[in-house]
């Protein structure tokens, strides 16, 4: 039987990384994908893959998409997070978009879905790095909706393996603040930093635990994938000024605002376990790989879940 693999947000930085990793294996992909924050030149041209433009929000066209392509596996990719002040279409996408993958599924005799979730589910944790075990305290939209979808998902019935997730760097990384840093540094621009510390995790130990996640049996369950170990911003900083050779300018370090959080690190101890991974890459190696794709390819887009500093 021939393997299928349905992506919902697929023109994203981590649907892309899946194609361009699983296209090669042989697999069948079909990707499901608004536009907002993906984009269509992102994706290859092949008779391997089909390109479905549209929302997660349709009820039928995911239905329709899921009965008439029979995906042995569904990557639920999608996220609404680019305003926060839109509670509206963070809720329609990241819950009842994932509602309707489940039900999509169930009606449809398809078995696995694999979501990613937030680590701004935790909230403001009481103490990092954070296990899987701590207690959900979203307090912004984005992490609100994304909890309220997972836990829909974990609750189908179906074999949902919810992966939250570190700072993922990788080819066509747009969100964050290496992306910021190198544009605007390259540009002689100033910068600031917050005051906060980010674990942060290679493409490549990503695609590892994504691949034991679609070829084994792991039971149903939210997961935390990340290095374990946390940096600062100002660490991020630094590394940018390194790479780039250039005098390091004055650079105010801010406190968080009031929809951040000031650290957040998660503990994968739970998932080496149950996984048998372990991250390979660590905090230097992970920024100066992003770095050099950007030097080969640049930054095309640059998108934050937090509001603009007034």
């Known amino acids: 039987m021939s393997k299928k693999i349905f992506i919902t947000g697929g023109a994203g930085c981590l649907g892309t990384s899946i194609i361009d990793k699983y296209l090669p294996l042989g697999y069948q992909i079909l990707v499901l994908d608004n536009f907002t ?12 893959l089909k390109v479905v433009e549209g929302s997660v929000t349709d009820t039928e ?3 329709k998409l899921v009965k008439d392509f029979l995906p ?18 963070d809720a329609e996408t ?8 489940a039900k999509a599924c169930i009606e449809n005799n398809v078995k696995k879905i694999i979501n990613f979730q937030t680590a701004l589910n935790y909230g403001r ?44 760097c990788g080819p066509r990384l747009a969100i964050g603040p290496i992306p ?15 005051d906060s510390l980010r674990d942060f995790l290679e ?14 049996e792991i039971p149903t369950d939210a997961y935390n994938v990340s290095t374990g170990v946390g940096s600062s911003i100002k660490e991020v900083f630094d590394e940018v000024v390194e790479h780039l050779n250039i005098k390091a300018p004055e650079v105010p370090i801010l406190p968080v605002g009031a929809d951040d959080v000031k650290e957040v690190v ?45």
């Open 37 to 48: 924050t993906g984009k269509k030149q992102n994706l290859p041209q092949t008779p391997q």
């Open 61 to 63: 066209l995911v239905n």
């Open 72 to 89: 042995t596996i569904v990557i639920n990719s999608t996220a609404s997070y680019k305003d926060p002040s839109n509670w509206k279409e």
């Open 94 to 101: 990241n819950i009842i978009g994932s509602i309707n993958v």
């Open 125 to 168: 944790p009481e103490s990092v790095p954070i296990p899987i075990t701590a207690a959900s305290k979203p307090f912004t939209s984005y992490g609100i909706s994304k909890t309220a979808g997972e836990q829909y998902l974990l609750n189908s019935g179906l074999n949902v393996i919810s992966l939250r997730l570190a700072n993922i």
């Open 180 to 194: 910021t840093f190198y544009t605007r540094l390259k540009d002689g621009k100033n910068c600031f930093c917050s």
């Open 203 to 216: 493409m490549e130990d990503f695609l590892d635990i994504l691949h034991i996640a679609i070829e084994n």
């Open 266 to 310: 998660l503990d994968p101890s739970h998932t080496e376990k149950i996984f048998n991974w372990k991250a390979k890459y660590n905090f230097k190696q992970t920024i100066k790989k992003q770095l050099e794709w950007y030097d080969k390819y640049g930054v095309t887009d640059i998108f934050s879940h937090l509001a603009s500093p007034k």
